[in-house]
C-alpha cells in the first residue's frame, strides 16, 4: 500500500471516527440502541446538533497539530499553538473541559498553563492530547523526532505523564503501520511492558467505562482495534459504545485508517465528512513532508 494512502486514511479515520460517534456522545448503550438501533450511518445530530458529516474538537485539533508541523516540523510549538487560539476562538460547538482551561490560562507558554490547569483541576489525565496526536505519526519518519513531537504536542495542554504515554505509544504504532507492519504485530510490539499490554490476550471487553479518561479510552481503542477486522467496524463498534464515543472512534479510526487505507473506508463516509478540502491538503503536504525526509535520510520508505 502506498503511502499517501495510509496518511490520507489516518486524517479521514479520525473524522469518520468523529463524525460518526459525535451522534452517540455522552448517551447509554441503551439510549443508543432505542433511538438508532445499531448506528452506522453518519446522520449528525446527537448533543452537539451536528450537521450530517460535521466534525468535533477531535478533528479540528488533528487538523491544528497537522498543520503547525506542516509550517514548521523542525519545531511546529508555535505554530500548533497558534492554530489551537484560532480555532478557540471560533467559538467551536465542542471542547474538553481540561482543554478549555489550559486556554483560559495561556498567558504565553503553553508547558505552564498545562501545569496550571492541573494544579486547579487536580488532574489532566484526559484523552484530549491522545486525540489529536496522529499527525506526528503520519508526518515524521525518524523515531527519535516522532518520539519528541508527540510528548511536545501533547504537554500543550496535557501535564499527567499518562497522557505522554499514551501518546508515544500511538504514534510508535502508527509509525510501525506506515512502514507496513501489520496491525495485531505492531500493537503487540508497542503495547509490551506497559499497562495496556492485558488487551493483546483480552477477548471480553474492558473492564472501564468508555470514558475521557486517557487509561480508559486507550484500552478501548487498543480492544476495539484488535477485535475487528474493518475500518468500519472499528469505528462502529466504537460509536455504539457511547459516553466519550466520538473521541474514541476518532484515535481507533484514526489507526484503523493508517492500517487499512483510504481506500479502505467506506466511500459512504468518506463523501460525508464536510471538510474533505481541509483534509486533503494537510494529507498532500504531509506526503511531501515525509517524501523530503525520506530523501535526506537512509530509512526504509
Keep these: ?68 508541523i506542516i509550517q514548521n516540523p523542525l519545531d511546529p510549538l508555535r ?3 497558534e492554530l489551537f487560539l484560532e480555532w478557540y476562538r471560533s467559538d467551536p460547538k465542542d471542547i474538553g473541559n481540561i482543554i478549555r482551561q489550559v486556554f483560559r490560562r495561556y498567558e504565553g507558554s503553553w508547558f505552564e498553563a498545562a501545569l496550571i490547569a492541573d494544579l486547579d483541576l487536580g488532574r489532566s489525565a484526559g484523552n484530549g492530547s491522545l486525540m489529536r496526536c496522529l499527525p506526528v505519526g503520519l508526518a515524521y519518519v525518524e523515531l527519535a523526532q516522532l518520539e519528541k513531537m508527540s510528548r511536545m504536542q501533547s504537554r500543550m495542554t496535557h ?41 493483546l490476550t483480552q477477548t471480553e471487553e474492558p473492564d472501564c467505562e468508555p470514558s475521557g479518561f486517557v487509561v480508559d479510552t486507550f484500552r478501548w481503542v487498543l480492544y476495539l482495534l484488535l477485535q475487528s477486522s474493518s475500518f468500519a467496524e472499528v469505528v462502529q463498534k466504537a460509536a455504539n459504545l457511547g459516553g466519550d464515543s466520538d473521541t474514541i472512534g476518532a484515535i481507533a479510526g484514526g489507526l484503523a485508517g493508517v492500517y487499512y487505507g483510504f481506500t479502505g473506508i467506506p466511500q459512504t463516509y468518506t463523501d460525508a465528512i464536510l471538510i474533505r478540502s481541509r483534509l486533503d491538503a494537510a494529507a498532500q503536504k504531509i506526503w511531501e513532508l515525509r517524501v523530503g525526509q525520506l530523501e535526506h535520510s537512509d530509512s526504509p520508505k
Design 79 to 81: 505554530e500548533i499553538g
Design 1 to 68: 500500500m502506498d503511502i499517501m494512502n495510509r496518511i490520507k486514511g489516518g486524517l479521514y479515520g479520525v473524522a469518520v471516527g468523529d463524525a460518526l460517534g459525535g451522534t452517540t456522545e455522552f448517551m447509554s448503550r441503551k439510549e443508543i440502541a432505542n433511538r438508532h438501533g445499531y448506528l452506522t450511518e453518519i446522520v449528525g445530530g446527537g448533543v452537539w446538533s451536528l450537521e450530517p458529516g460535521e466534525v468535533t474538537d477531535d478533528t479540528m485539533m488533528t487538523l491544528c497539530v497537522a498543520e503547525g
Design 159 to 199: 501535564y499527567d505523564e499518562r497522557c505522554d504515554e499514551a501518546c508515544l505509544i500511538y504514534n510508535r504504532i502508527a509509525w510501525r503501520l506506515m512502514r507496513g507492519e501489520e496491525l495485531r504485530a505492531a500493537i503487540a510490539a508497542e503495547i509490551s511492558g506497559t499497562p495496556y499490554a492485558d488487551i
